[in-house]
């Protein structure tokens, strides 16, 4: 599952997202949730990773952000 797929499923807006993983801006978590072919598409770092794992309860995982599931 995408976080951005996660994050539409429990409606939540991209501030509560940031809010909901402790990011310090929606822009951030916004980037998190582009399509893999967006240039601007970012991959979480490893803390904010371990977060998203913990708060999705594993719905959403690592290889999430890499692997495209079409």
């Known amino acids: 599952m995408t976080l951005d797929d996660y994050r539409k499923q429990n409606n939540w807006s991209y501030s509560e997202l ?3 993983l402790g990011a310090s801006h929606a822009a951030v978590a ?3 949730c582009l399509s893999f072919d967006d240039k ?9 990773m ?3 794992v913990i708060k999705t309860n594993s719905a959403v995982m690592p290889n999430d952000f890499y692997l495209r599931r079409d």
């Open 40 to 48: 601007s598409r970012l991959i979480p770092n490893q803390e904010f």
């Open 50 to 52: 371990e977060r998203i």
């Open 18 to 20: 940031a809010r909901q």
């Open 30 to 32: 916004r980037r998190w």
